[in-house]
T-cell receptor
């Protein structure tokens, strides 16, 4: 069964450093998303991406965040200058074209720890 | 914007009993209501969803009901098994980003 994959599974970084989280969405999906889940809290939407541009972003997704689809398979989330409060699980998700925000399939997540 | 409330936050049931988790939403434009199961260390997994043109949907031991008038939707798990133990999230969307509830930690006691 096709699935969303994410690397690395765990990333530890120093405050102020840049990190790039990587995702490979399901191959025939065209909408891509990043979500964040701070430990013990709800899953929060960060950004959606379609046709090589951001469709929608939340208040959390400020100027330190960026997304990119550098090739036909990868979808990345970059955090330019990490803060302690960026420590969280980051989930990538994807969905098919005709359901846009519906029926999203999530990856296993990357646990980001900022020291 | 949409706000989703989920209850209870924790739920313990005996194996074989039923479990019910309830959610309310605020935006009448929401028309898609998925439920996700999250096991320890894993991402949310879609287990069932319902759209606003349907009042109930069933898939084996799992069912979801939707009351659009009251803006309520519920997850029902019958004949619970230890492997049902996980955190369950409801969510709502109206062709907008998914808004999640805070989750329910379900423990099925053998």
């Amino acid at each position: 069964e096709p699935e969303v994959t994410q690397t690395p599974s765990h990333q530890v970084t120093q405050m102020g450093q840049e990190v790039i989280l990587r995702c490979v969405p399901i191959s025939n999906h065209l909408y891509f998303y990043w979500y964040r889940q701070i430990l013990g809290q709800k899953v929060e939407f960060l950004v959606s991406f379609y046709n090589n541009e951001i469709s929608e972003k939340s208040e959390i997704f400020d100027d330190q965040f960026s997304v990119e689809r550098p090739d036909g398979s990868n979808f990345t989330l970059k955090i330019r200058s990490t803060k302690l409060e960026d420590s969280a699980m980051y989930f990538c998700a994807s969905s098919e074209l005709d359901t846009s925000y519906n029926e999203q399939f999530f990856g296993p997540g990357t646990r980001l720890t900022v020291l | 914007g949409e706000n989703v409330e989920q209850h209870p936050s924790t739920l313990s049931v005996q194996e074989g009993d039923s479990a019910v988790i309830k959610c309310t939403y605020s935006d009448s434009a929401s028309n898609y209501f998925p439920w996700y199961k999250q096991e320890l260390g894993k991402g949310p997994q879609l287990i069932i969803d319902i759209r606003s043109n349907v009042g109930e949907k069933k898939d084996q031991r799992i069912a979801v009901t939707l009351n659009k008038t009251a803006k309520h939707f519920s997850l029902h798990i019958t004949e619970t098994q230890p492997e049902d133990s996980a955190v369950y999230f409801c969510a709502a969307s109206g062709n907008t980003p998914l808004v999640f509830g805070k989750g329910t930690r379900l423990s099925v006691i053998a």
